[in-house]
């Protein structure tokens, strides 16, 4: 029997902490459960550290990216139709701590658009080259939804690149994925919905509709967010670089590459961020990848959907930096050149 070090990280402050243990064969592990209770996910966090947005070339490719702070360098992936501006909540409580990079993925309006397949093996060589470019070196990695999935084949790939890796509501973690996402397979059907999408009532309409699927309160979704949706439908070739991607990920059965079976040989910690009421990917996809995981952490983020770091930033940020804050402690007692700062690859 292969033992397995899944930690639960006690949180300070006045949140109220669940702790479930469960058991998953002849393995016993355990979950945090961040609840609403002392916290006030609709403030944003008052931090005075200056977020740049800067604009580099990547491979020949255009590409924007938000920078900030100084320290451990830590690398934000956001996912599938959306960009670097979903960590815009985030960004400056973790810039105080770390020095922060969260590029806009090829296909973002603010990126290059080029004739790519966007497949998670072409994000997974941009991400690599981005680094490169930058000379970032062994960092941390935090990704959402299709952001994971780029990170965790990255990890698996390239393992000295990573330091740590953080999933937040990952693709690639199961099959199962809610039926709307199948739906882009229907041939014709959704390049149908693009020319109405670019309209300025489409591209609105478009907005709540993933408002609906990615949040668990679509009312409270924070306006700049709903803004910014809008403006990317409106932006040329952002929908047809979008749907490239989906049906790349998605088959008509449900998610195409599934890493799960592969976390066993990750040697670096983990955390598995999940929003209890995420409706694009279920609980048990996190909670099975935690057993899997040799130095593995489950922290469940109560009444909250695909995106926490957007809907839920504070206890977001309250499982995100015990994490780190874990890691970077036990990271200064190891030898220089093993450590995740700049230029040690």
């Known amino acids: 029997m292969r033992d397995f070090a899944c930690d639960c990280y006690w949180l ?185 999408w670019r309209t300025s009532i489409g591209a609105y309409q478009r907005a709540l509709g993933r408002t609906a699927l990615l949040f668990a309160h679509p009312t409270s979704v924070p306006r700049e967010w709903l803004a910014e949706q809008c403006r990317l439908a409106l932006s040329p070739g952002y929908l047809e670089a979008h749907l490239t991607a989906l049906r790349v990920l998605v088959s008509p059965l449900g998610q195409r590459d599934v890493l799960v079976d592969h976390l066993s040989s990750l040697k670096i910690p983990t955390l598995v961020v999940w929003g209890t009421r995420d409706r694009v990917f279920p609980e048990s996809h996190a909670r099975r990848a935690v057993t899997c995981l040799q130095e593995g952490s489950l922290a469940l983020i109560s009444d909250c959907g695909h995106m926490p770091h957007v809907e839920c930033p504070d206890r977001f940020l309250a499982a995100l930096n015990a994490f780190l804050l874990r890691r970077d402690n036990v990271d200064r007692w190891r030898p220089e050149e093993t450590r995740g700062y700049p230029g040690q690859v």
């Open 12 to 196: 300070t402050g006045q949140a109220r902490l669940s702790v479930s243990a469960y058991t998953y064969g002849a393995q016993e592990w355990s979950v945090l459960l961040l609840t609403k209770e002392g916290y006030r996910d609709d403030q944003a966090q008052r931090v005075n550290v200056a977020v740049e947005e800067q604009n580099i070339e990547v491979d020949g490719l255009p590409i924007r990216y938000l920078s900030a702070g100084e320290g451990p360098p830590l690398v934000l992936l956001h996912g599938a139709g959306d960009n670097s501006l979903d960590w815009r909540s985030v960004m400056p409580t973790l810039a105080a701590t770390h020095r922060v990079y969260a590029p806009d993925l090829p296909g973002s309006p603010d990126s290059a658009k080029p004739a790519a397949d966007y497949s998670p093996a072409y994000f997974k060589r941009f991400v690599a080259s981005f680094i490169d470019y930058l000379n970032i070196g062994r960092a941390t990695y935090v990704g959402n939804s299709l952001g994971g999935l780029i990170a965790l084949r990255l990890a698996l790939s390239e393992p000295a690149r990573v330091a740590a890796l953080v999933l937040v509501d990952s693709a690639g973690l199961g099959h199962a994925i809610n039926p709307t996402f199948t739906s882009v397979n229907v041939p014709g059907l959704s390049e149908a919905a693009i020319p109405f």
